[in-house]
């Protein structure tokens, strides 16, 4: 009783209003089993329910209480509304025989449609449809939303109809006759069929064009098409009839997403099939526009309701109309009939769009205009772009006969010219081939005479000389390594200039890193008055991975040159790690660069002046080195100089650091440490590391102030160590000096990072170094028999010596052939062989196949072979591993490259 007096009290104002229903047209239907079809919009009554309070009960039981009113269209439109809409219909069998009847509401896209059914017997037929449920749960499987109404003779019912839906509330409603409805289906469907079947040809027939012609302006005029033909089907209800039936909630939202992906393709079509993208003419943007709004109206469904979204997609659909419209029309004056055509068919379009979106906002009435507006500006416009694609292919056609008959002309004169260009290129190729095999031969040629001298020197040092011998002795050792060094640049540089110069990734600690290249200029630095610092920022054991040779190669280039160029001051090295990017940079206080010069620095064979190689010497080849590796490691190379002031270089690269367990840095909180350290770069470079250690730096001028409560003390004067001792009775391991002298506890220049770290944590370098403390015991390979293949007696006489001096005993043969033999005879007696690859008679490429074939053929185990070669070329190194070495030392020998080699694969 309560809801009822609320229904009463909302609708108590309207029904005041209204005239009442006896002063209305009957909606009162008599037929027979002879009826045919009736349009029973004019004849419903219908009450808006905008509370949705409104239920079959309450509408059967108070029927004539409610203010029903007439419907004056013959198909009722109420555009976008939120209320619930119930319609009443009476049904009489005015015959005597059963009917069957079929009531029809042909407006699909419907989200809720219940059909009650009160018989004049009291029975209660409840039917329902719509996008919301399952379609197989409707009572007929029809696109439309049908429902069977099946009435004995003289029987009568009243039939409600409650439609509530988010988009337009359309309901053209009819009411069959059984065989009238099924002839009205078979024909309904063969003309959908055929206009269905004209969209599959013409998609069918563009494809085929696209795969002719490999125009993509086809192939996205084949995805618009596809997806109108799938928005068409889903708003006409067919593609809930046979694609998606048991997904309602895409049904429900297939109508817009259609519309947007729709627009997105056609609007990609327009600007491909007009060129408006090459022409970059100015209304590009208005059909990116297009794009761009479809996309974010499709991605906006998710969270927008059905009604928003249906009405901001009519708009845009009459913009893109608008916008191809204006766009073709543009187009004329380049495309011609082509452009006029798309522009007519876009005409259709558009106004067929304007029509059905002024039905669904409820403006014009629904009537076979309407209904079938767009479908028919959609046919034609199909056939016109069709029509226009063809006269574009006419188009195309006839400006590549012009375009080929000028390409045959141009064509005639690239034929000489490729000739010619052919015949340069295979000039070129074999000069290319004919330099890398006279570097290779050269550097061969080189690196045998320089291994015997480099060998006799290096086994010389160990001699008994005086210090004028040694003197000379040194010269000659340090002059080979000078002339491989430049070897070295120009095989180098002919890899960057062949695009093979590789880059390795393995663990490095900096901290050796820079002790080691501080050691090779310890000698040099003797000779000037200058202070070398190394500084690793920060100051700490940091590993990385990337390739240590060339990181090597760089560093020693940038300091070579900074001392080389430098006679008096300093010479700053800094080396920093931040995230994944390595950063060094080299300042000096040398002669400088000028300006002018500056930007070919890294230029091949490049130097600020010719006067510079006379005096200094270099080849010009180093910075452009250092550039390349720059370059493949992911970084670059700058140089900031002023003349006569000095210079500054920097080199960045990408590595990946190690997250491993590293040492601790030296704790010196609440020490105190006592500089008596004249030179204000060392002075400097030393205090910076204590402060970042925690430790407290203290500075004298003289012995006597320094008190007794320091914890170790710097000096920079032999003769001061014993002084200071004797004054504040420091041990003589705490106190430490600055110099060039070979005492326990000096601080040998260049000053490094690790340096100043084993002052105050001596053990340090044996951490880092480990495999570095296994060969320097006197007799590395000790207990080794070491069979050596090897022709020059020059280069006999240095492996000889070498191996003796390093504890193995060796038989040197001078050709593969004996090299066989003497494994036939004594496989079990040799642990290993070095084998040279340029030998008389059988090389040792050719010896160490047939060796690995013995070995295969008998079940043998293989025997390590290392290759000992003058050779030093990539093409080398991957010959000799295809022949079965396991590796690769090059000439002159490096004692510790060989021993790391040979116990690699042998234990002593």
């Known amino acids: 009783m309560l809801r009822l007096l609320t229904i009463s009290a909302h609708y108590f104002l309207l029904l005041c209003l209204l005239a009442p229903l006896s002063s209305q047209a009957s909606n009162r239907i008599s037929a027979d089993h002879d009826l045919e079809s009736i349009n029973v919009g004019a004849r419903f009554y219908y009450l808006e329910d905008p509370f949705h309070s409104l239920t079959s009960s309450i509408i059967k039981r108070e029927v004539h209480n409610l203010p029903w009113q007439q419907i004056q269209d013959k198909e009722p439109n109420f555009g976008y509304n939120e209320s619930a809409h119930w319609f009443w219909l009476e049904l009489e069998n005015a015959s005597i025989g059963q009917v069957e009847w079929f009531l029809e509401i042909s407006y699909p896209i419907l989200d809720e449609v219940d059909v009650h059914i009160f018989l004049d017997n009291g029975k209660h037929l409840i039917w329902r449809s719509g996008d919301t449920l399952n379609f197989n749960q409707r009572p007929i499987e029809h696109h439309n939303h049908v429902f069977p109404i099946n009435l004995e003779g003289a029987q009568s019912a009243n039939v409600f109809i409650m439609v509530r839906s988010a988009g337009s509330i359309q309901v053209p409603t009819t009411l ?43 192939l996205f005029y084949v995805l618009f098409a596809s997806c109108f033909v799938l928005f068409f089907m889903s708003l006409n209800g067919y593609g809930f009839y046979y694609l998606w039936p048991n997904n309602p909630k895409f049904q429900q939202y297939s109508v817009f997403t259609f ?7 056609l609007a990609e079509f327009t600007i491909r099939f007009l060129k408006v993208r090459e022409r970059r003419i100015w209304y590009l943007w208005l059909l990116e526009l297009v794009q761009y709004t479809s996309a974010i109206a499709l991605i906006s469904c998710l969270f927008f309701s059905y009604e928003v979204m249906i009405q901001i997609l009519m708009f845009l659909s009459i913009f893109a109309a608008g916008t191809c419209t204006l766009v073709g029309f543009g187009a004329r004056q380049y495309l011609g009939n082509a452009a006029l055509i798309y522009t007519s068919a876009w005409i259709m379009v558009a106004c067929g769009i304007a029509l059905l979106a002024l039905n669904k906002f409820g403006v014009l009435p629904s009537n076979w205009v309407t209904q079938y507006s767009v479908p028919a500006a959609a046919a034609l416009q199909a056939l016109l772009l069709s029509f226009a694609l063809g006269y574009r292919i006419q188009d195309e056609q006839r400006n590549r006969e012009i375009a080929e008959k000028n390409a045959l002309k141009e064509r005639l004169k690239a034929n000489q010219a490729e000739n010619e260009s052919q015949q340069i290129r295979i000039a070129a190729e074999a000069e290319s081939r004919a330099k890398n095999e006279f570097l290779a031969m050269m550097s061969h040629e080189i690196r045998t005479p320089l291994n015997g001298i480099m060998g006799m020197s290096d086994l010389l040092k160990n001699t008994n000389m005086n210090e004028t011998q040694s003197r000379y002795v040194n010269t000659i050792y340090h002059s080979g390594e000078s002339l491989l060094g430049i070897i070295n640049d120009i095989l180098d540089f002919s890899k960057i200039l062949a695009g093979k110069l590789e880059i390795e990734s393995v663990p490095i600690h900096l901290l050796d890193l820079l002790d080691q290249c501080a050691g090779i200029f310890a000698k040099d630095i003797e000779k000037k008055d200058i202070d070398v610092t190394l500084e690793l920022v920060p100051a700490k054991d940091i590993v990385i991975e990337s390739d240590p040779v060339r990181l090597r190669q760089v560093i020693l280039n940038y300091l070579s040159n900074a001392i080389k160029f430098t006679q008096k001051g300093s010479v700053q090295l800094i080396l920093s790690v931040e995230g994944n990017t390595l950063n060094l940079k080299v300042k000096d206080t040398g002669i400088g660069i000028p300006p002018c010069k500056q930007a070919s620095l890294f230029e091949a064979f490049a130097q600020a002046d010719t006067s510079t190689t006379r005096q200094y010497g270099g080849t010009g080849l180093g910075l452009a080195i250092c550039k390349k590796i720059a370059e493949l490691m992911g970084g670059g190379v700058s140089v900031e100089s002023n003349e006569n002031e000095g210079s500054v270089f920097e080199f960045y690269c990408q590595i990946h650091q190690q997250e491993k367990k590293l040492l601790d840095t030296p704790q010196l909180e609440n020490k105190k440490i006592a500089l008596l350290v004249q030179h204000a770069l060392q002075q400097s470079f030393i205090s910076q590391h204590i402060f970042n250690w925690g430790g407290e730096c203290l500075y004298y001028n003289d012995i006597k102030s320094i008190p007794n409560t320091i914890d170790y003390c710097f000096v920079d004067d032999e003769k001061q160590m014993q002084a200071v ?3 504040t009775h420091l041990r003589p391991k705490k106190i430490f000096c600055i110099g060039n002298y070979q005492s326990q506890h000096t601080l040998r220049q260049p000053l490094t990072s690790l340096g100043i770290w084993q002052c105050f944590k001596p053990g340090i370098q044996e951490h880092i170094q480990r495999d570095q403390t296994e060969i320097i015991s006197d007799k590395p390979l000790n207990g080794l028999y070491i069979l050596v293949a090897e022709d020059n007696e020059v280069n006999q006489m240095v492996i000889k010596a070498l191996l003796r001096k390093l504890g193995a005993e060796s038989k040197i043969l001078d050709n593969g052939e004996k090299i066989i033999a003497e494994i036939h005879r004594k496989r079990n007696h040799y642990d290993l062989i070095l084998m040279d690859c340029e030998m008389p008679i059988m090389d040792g490429f050719v010896a160490t196949k047939n060796i690995r074939h013995e070995e295969t053929t008998h079940g043998h185990k293989p025997i390590p072979i290392v290759a000992l070669t003058a050779h030093a070329m990539d093409i080398h190194k991957e010959q ?21 080699s040979i116990r690699r694969l042998v234990t002593p």
């Not at 063969?190 to 125009?215: A, E, P, Q, R």
């Not at 519309?259 to 393709?265: E, K, R, S, W």
């Not at 022949?883 to 790391?900: A, C, H, R, T, W």
């Open 725 to 727: 001792a004797e004054h």
């Open 259 to 265: 519309i947007a992906v729709t627009l997105i393709f």
């Open 176 to 218: 069959w006759g059984k065989d009238s409805f099924y002839q009205e289906h078979q024909l309904s469907t063969l003309l959908y069929g055929i206009f269905l079947g004209l969209f599959v040809v013409m998609i069918l027939y563009n494809f085929f064009l696209y795969i002719s012609v490999k125009d993509n302006s086809y």
């Open 880 to 900: 000799a591993k295809q022949s079965g070495m396991n590796d690769f030392v090059s000439k002159p020998i490096k004692q510790d490259e060989l021993i790391k």
